[in-house]
Nanobody, 123 residues
Protein backbone atom coordinates (compact mmCIF):
# COMPACT_ATOMS: atom_id res chain seq x y z
CA UNK A 1 0.00 0.00 0.00
CA UNK A 2 1.41 3.34 -1.06
CA UNK A 3 1.52 5.92 1.67
CA UNK A 4 2.99 9.40 1.81
CA UNK A 5 2.68 10.93 5.24
CA UNK A 6 3.45 14.59 5.81
CA UNK A 7 4.16 16.08 9.22
CA UNK A 8 5.62 19.20 10.75
CA UNK A 9 3.08 21.81 9.78
CA UNK A 10 1.94 24.44 12.21
CA UNK A 11 1.66 28.12 12.95
CA UNK A 12 4.60 30.48 13.00
CA UNK A 13 5.22 34.19 12.88
CA UNK A 14 6.68 35.87 9.83
CA UNK A 15 10.41 35.40 9.70
CA UNK A 16 10.22 32.08 11.47
CA UNK A 17 11.09 28.57 10.35
CA UNK A 18 9.45 25.18 10.03
CA UNK A 19 10.57 21.75 8.90
CA UNK A 20 8.13 19.56 7.04
CA UNK A 21 8.70 15.83 6.67
CA UNK A 22 7.32 13.34 4.18
CA UNK A 23 7.65 9.64 4.96
CA UNK A 24 7.09 7.37 1.97
CA UNK A 25 6.21 3.70 2.16
CA UNK A 26 5.07 1.09 -0.32
CA UNK A 27 6.36 3.05 -3.28
CA UNK A 28 9.50 3.23 -5.37
CA UNK A 29 10.02 6.72 -6.70
CA UNK A 30 12.63 8.66 -8.59
CA UNK A 31 11.57 12.15 -7.58
CA UNK A 32 9.68 13.66 -4.68
CA UNK A 33 8.12 17.06 -4.82
CA UNK A 34 6.58 19.48 -2.38
CA UNK A 35 3.49 21.43 -3.39
CA UNK A 36 1.26 23.91 -1.64
CA UNK A 37 -2.29 25.01 -2.10
CA UNK A 38 -4.61 27.63 -0.68
CA UNK A 39 -8.41 27.53 -0.97
CA UNK A 40 -9.55 28.54 -4.41
CA UNK A 41 -6.07 28.38 -5.89
CA UNK A 42 -4.25 25.84 -8.00
CA UNK A 43 -1.69 23.57 -6.43
CA UNK A 44 1.74 25.18 -6.70
CA UNK A 45 4.99 23.28 -7.06
CA UNK A 46 7.55 24.41 -4.50
CA UNK A 47 10.53 22.09 -4.73
CA UNK A 48 11.66 18.72 -6.04
CA UNK A 49 14.47 16.31 -5.22
CA UNK A 50 15.84 13.52 -7.37
CA UNK A 51 16.20 10.46 -5.16
CA UNK A 52 19.27 8.94 -6.83
CA UNK A 53 21.38 12.07 -7.17
CA UNK A 54 19.97 14.47 -4.60
CA UNK A 55 19.65 17.14 -7.26
CA UNK A 56 17.07 19.77 -6.41
CA UNK A 57 14.77 22.25 -8.11
CA UNK A 58 12.96 25.21 -6.56
CA UNK A 59 10.23 27.60 -7.47
CA UNK A 60 11.41 31.19 -7.71
CA UNK A 61 9.10 32.17 -4.87
CA UNK A 62 10.99 30.02 -2.36
CA UNK A 63 14.52 29.98 -3.79
CA UNK A 64 17.01 30.85 -1.09
CA UNK A 65 14.48 30.36 1.72
CA UNK A 66 13.39 26.72 1.39
CA UNK A 67 15.62 23.67 1.22
CA UNK A 68 14.53 20.19 0.17
CA UNK A 69 16.60 17.24 1.39
CA UNK A 70 16.24 13.53 2.01
CA UNK A 71 17.22 10.59 4.14
CA UNK A 72 17.69 8.14 1.30
CA UNK A 73 17.66 4.92 3.27
CA UNK A 74 14.60 5.93 5.27
CA UNK A 75 12.57 7.23 2.31
CA UNK A 76 12.01 10.53 4.10
CA UNK A 77 12.05 13.89 2.35
CA UNK A 78 12.24 17.17 4.24
CA UNK A 79 11.33 20.72 3.41
CA UNK A 80 13.14 23.24 5.58
CA UNK A 81 11.38 26.56 5.37
CA UNK A 82 13.05 29.72 6.67
CA UNK A 83 12.26 33.43 6.51
CA UNK A 84 8.62 32.49 6.24
CA UNK A 85 6.17 35.04 4.92
CA UNK A 86 2.39 35.29 5.31
CA UNK A 87 2.08 34.40 1.62
CA UNK A 88 3.66 31.01 2.39
CA UNK A 89 0.49 30.12 4.28
CA UNK A 90 -1.00 27.04 2.60
CA UNK A 91 -1.56 23.35 2.92
CA UNK A 92 1.65 21.60 1.91
CA UNK A 93 1.70 18.26 0.12
CA UNK A 94 4.42 15.85 -0.85
CA UNK A 95 4.11 13.91 -4.08
CA UNK A 96 6.10 11.10 -5.67
CA UNK A 97 6.79 10.17 -9.25
CA UNK A 98 8.92 7.78 -11.26
CA UNK A 99 9.14 10.24 -14.15
CA UNK A 100 11.23 13.27 -13.32
CA UNK A 101 11.34 14.93 -16.71
CA UNK A 102 9.47 18.11 -17.45
CA UNK A 103 8.33 20.97 -15.30
CA UNK A 104 8.55 19.82 -11.68
CA UNK A 105 5.85 22.33 -10.74
CA UNK A 106 3.19 20.51 -12.73
CA UNK A 107 0.97 18.46 -10.39
CA UNK A 108 0.02 16.12 -13.22
CA UNK A 109 3.55 14.79 -13.31
CA UNK A 110 3.17 13.01 -9.96
CA UNK A 111 1.49 9.69 -9.28
CA UNK A 112 1.15 9.59 -5.51
CA UNK A 113 0.14 12.26 -3.02
CA UNK A 114 -0.02 12.69 0.71
CA UNK A 115 -2.90 14.23 2.61
CA UNK A 116 -1.07 17.45 3.31
CA UNK A 117 -0.08 19.40 6.38
CA UNK A 118 -1.15 22.99 7.11
CA UNK A 119 1.25 25.88 7.47
CA UNK A 120 0.09 29.24 8.77
CA UNK A 121 2.39 32.25 8.83
CA UNK A 122 1.12 35.28 10.70
CA UNK A 123 2.38 38.82 10.25
Amino acid sequence: QVQLMESGGGSVQAGGSLRLSCAASGVNYNCMGWFRQTPGSEREGVARIWRATGNTDYADSVLGRFTISQEYAENIVYLDMTSLKPEDTARYYCAATNFCRGDFRRPGGYNYWGQGTPVTVSS
